[in-house]
């Protein structure tokens, strides 16, 4: 199957045919009229970047260092929930990967042992006062345990291979949430996240020692408070366009944003990042560093652990030709005189 991924929008394809549509449509699927998500996308490729020609660009450089570690690429794998829905060990591809290419790995978790675990980062999602509803979820019956209904039955009995090797492996679960696979008690998504405040952002900066990122900002007043708070980072996000239909691209605050808590500020990007060219563009525009959710699981739903690589070699080489046409050699010299302002 990797031999047929040359962009994300196979991996994405080739996905789509092989999971049950529950389950692709739980990680393609955005909020409401999911016109944030396309947005997203749209307003990264809609901006152009300049050629510059007869520059010595035999050698490139992609390491990137960010948050006191140095990196092998700028890019790495943004926090999702459920990621075992894609293909059975997704979490387990991820990290192998993560290690492999020496990227950064968010692993979503809802538990308190993060410290202890030994985890060198904390990031906080705060653009989830309350999860949005997800129409296509909503229409497919998407619910956490499983309920399987005569429309399940089929969609899972048409996709066999997902569904028989997610039965000889284990049906996913969320390991951090006790009372999921409970038939009496599900799991409550909304709970207890409406209550997070400043107050609540005060009050873990003081306890998590370690670096502390800040997920899901969009307004500069928002960023310009979180940096004030003590963040070590935040991360510019829409959620992959899950949250707020409405929300702007996130590419079109971060040049704001940037502005807003000056020049050396860590910040993180993701939402709508389909190829290295747009990688490269987010690098541009203010982000230090650039996280992608759904390729990373089209590529797992289209061929597992291996899937997961050929998306990592496919946006580190996007990245690479990317930075050559640029007349560029070095992915931590990119700035915004590369962009073709309109
Ligand atoms: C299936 C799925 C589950 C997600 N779960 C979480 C989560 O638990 N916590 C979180 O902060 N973000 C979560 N996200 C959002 C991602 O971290 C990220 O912001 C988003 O996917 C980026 O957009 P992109 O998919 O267009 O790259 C999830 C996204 C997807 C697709």
């Known amino acids: 199957m990797t031999s047929q991924i040359f962009s994300i929008d196979d991996a994405r394809r080739i996905a789509r045919q092989r999971l049950p549509r529950l ?45 006191d570690r140095q990196w092998d690429y700028p890019f790495g794998i943004a926090p999702m929930g459920m990621c075992d829905l894609a293909w059975p060990n997704t979490d387990k591809h991820l990290a192998t990967a993560a290690a492999k290419y020496n ?21 906080l999602t705060v653009d989830v006062p309350q999860v949005a ?29 997902w569904s028989l090797q997610t039965l000889f492996t284990r049906v996913p679960s969320l390991a951090n949430v006790p009372t999921v696979g409970s038939q009496e008690k599900s799991f409550n998504r909304n709970a207890g996240r409406g ?47 899950r949250q707020l239909a409405s929300a702007p691209p996130p590419i079109q605050m971060l ?15 993701d939402s709508g990042i389909r190829s290295g ?5 987010a690098l541009a525009l203010g982000a230090d560093f650039v996280m992608l959710g759904r390729p990373f699981l089209y590529g797992s739903g289209a061929a597992g652990g291996e899937g997961v690589n050929a998306v990592t070699e496919l946006l580190a080489n996007e990245v690479s030709v990317t930075l050559a046409q640029l007349g560029q050699t070095d992915i931590e010299e990119i700035d915004r005189s590369i962009i073709i302002e309109s």
């Open 23 to 67: 389950m692709f449509d739980f990680i393609d699927g955005a909020a409401g009229n999911e016109r944030a998500k396309g947005r997203n996308r749209e307003a990264l490729e809609a901006l152009c970047l300049m050629p510059r020609v007869l520059v010595n660009v035999d050698q490139r450089s992609l390491s990137k260092r960010f948050l």
């Open 103 to 123: 990227i950064p790995l968010s692993l979503s978790t809802m538990a308190s042992r993060a410290e202890k675990v030994g985890y060198s980062a904390l990031i």
């Open 133 to 161: 509803p997800r129409l296509r979820d909503l229409r497919n019956g998407f619910s956490l345990p499983f309920r399987i209904g005569p429309r399940q039955f089929w969609d899972f009995a048409t996709h066999p291979r």
């Open 195 to 241: 209550l997070v405040d400043w107050n609540f952002l005060d009050r873990i900066r003081d306890r998590w020692p370690r670096k502390l990122i800040v997920k899901g900002v969009l307004s500069p007043d928002d960023a310009k408070r979180i940096q004030t708070a003590g963040a070590d980072a935040i991360y510019v996000s829409n959620h992959g366009g």
């Open 255 to 269: 040049p704001i944003i940037r502005e807003a808590v000056g020049a050396e500020y860590p910040l993180l990007f």
């Open 277 to 281: 060219e747009s990688v490269v563009k």
